[in-house]
């Protein structure tokens, strides 16, 4: 089934990534990719996406799992291609970042760009995956998803 090989996909580039830099960089170091612009670093985030909720592990331990629970429901269900890539990479990523937060107690970012004088937080290859789910899943919601009248239209 092509949903659950991205789901893997997602998963596996995410944990692998994660695997080669806490073994390769230094914890709170960076190494410039492209100069004042793209650099790799090693530091933990214990919140969700710009450290929102910091120190909420065992919130998104129990959260988690129920929204992937749900989004797994509506993959099973729906037929869209589209919103099934959507619900695939959102779940992937969530997965990936699930496990981080279930062995280590926090989740490994790496991924730092700047801007000029604007360092964007740094993230990894879930919140990717995350992040163009949900575009696609709000894609598909605003120009696609027609509702289904009911009994009283």
Not at 28 to 36: E, L, P, R
Not at 125 to 134: E, F, K, L, Q, T
Request: with cysteine; proline share 2%; hydrophobic share 55%.
């Amino acid at each position: 089934m092509l949903w659950i090989a991205i789901i893997i996909f997602c998963i596996a580039a995410d944990q692998a990534s994660k695997y080669f830099i806490v073994n390769n960089i230094e914890y709170h170091k960076s190494t410039a990719v492209i100069d004042q612009f793209f650099y790799i670093t090693n530091i933990r985030n214990t919140g969700a996406a710009w450290s929102i909720l910091e120190n909420g592990r065992y919130f998104f331990l129990i959260l988690t799992p129920i929204i992937v629970a749900v989004l797994a429901y509506f993959l099973y269900k729906m037929d869209s291609r589209l919103l099934r890539t959507a619900l695939s990479l959102i779940i992937g990523g969530a997965a990936g970042n699930f496990i981080d937060r279930l062995l280590i107690g926090s989740v490994v970012d790496f991924l730092e760009f700047h801007f000029g004088t604007y360092i964007f937080p740094i993230f990894n290859i879930a919140d990717c995956c995350v992040v163009i789910g949900s575009f696609l899943l709000a894609y598909y919601l605003l120009f696609i998803y027609k509702e289904k009248p009911g009994k009283g239209a």
